[in-house]
């Protein structure tokens, strides 16, 4: 069931990430920096991915914690990371990403270790960090070291941001709602769900590949993209 709705956030992601591509492509005219309808739909497909990363983390070390495992998946987490970086310097030199999402999930895929053995202090202790990560504000963390952490007056310029300010607070609500899951009747009920709906089949293998689909995408988009952007004036 999980994996239909990263799934799901994957194809949102998507959706979201052609449309900003065909603005870049000048195909398309979207105000992505200030019309809330996009803001909007970026906040949506972050709390969904996040959420769910949350709820992950407490699934995945619910009888077992493999730490080999987690640990290659840091590495590759902090790969791609690397490479988001790398290349949208190249892209937008002037704005590239700095701490993007995949930079934020690799810090809180740590940070959330320290979280595990918690439950009803992940509620709150979420609703404190998202209430202080869109409230508070101070000249500080306007420094370049230290916009990572959120609490900026300004937003940084660059193509992707991803404060721990808010947004850890999203991860320990998923948290909270992985180890709810794990101790409500629903566990027995959807542990084992399937569905033979080719929709859903698409979905869950989406989900289940979510890194991958990340890192290729937007490669596959541009490229696209850039052929055509070469071809239509022509026609």
Not at 125 to 140: S, V
Not at 204 to 215: E, F, M, Q
Request: charged share 10%.
């Amino acid at each position: 069931m999980f994996d239909v709705l990263r799934g799901v956030a994957i194809g949102l992601m998507i959706s979201y990430h052609l449309c900003f591509d065909l603005n870049y492509y000048r195909f398309t005219h979207f105000n992505f920096n200030a019309d809330p309808f996009w803001l909007d739909f970026r906040a949506l497909i972050l709390s969904l991915f996040l959420g769910l990363a949350g709820i992950s983390l407490v699934l995945a070390t619910a009888h077992h914690f493999n730490s080999r495992r987690y640990f290659q998946r840091l590495a590759w987490l902090a790969l791609c990371a690397a490479l988001a970086s790398l290349s949208s310097s190249l892209l937008f030199p002037q704005s590239w990403i700095f701490f993007g999402v995949l930079h934020f999930i690799f810090v809180a895929s740590i940070l959330g270790l320290a979280f595990l053995g918690l439950y009803w202090t992940n509620l709150f202790a979420g609703f404190l960090l998202i209430l202080a990560g869109l409230t508070l504000q101070h000249p500080l963390f306007d420094h370049p070291w230290l916009q990572w952490i959120g609490l900026v007056t300004q937003k940084p310029i660059t193509e992707d941001y991803v404060p721990l300010l808010p947004w850890f607070g999203v991860v320990l609500l998923g948290m909270f709602a992985g180890k709810r899951f794990l101790r409500s009747r629903w566990n027995q009920h959807l542990s084992n769900w399937h569905s033979d709906h080719a929709t859903a089949r698409l979905l869950a293998t989406a989900g289940r590949h979510s890194l991958l689909i990340y890192v290729v995408h937007q490669p596959v988009i541009l490229g696209f993209l850039w052929v055509a952007s070469a071809v239509i004036p022509l026609v």
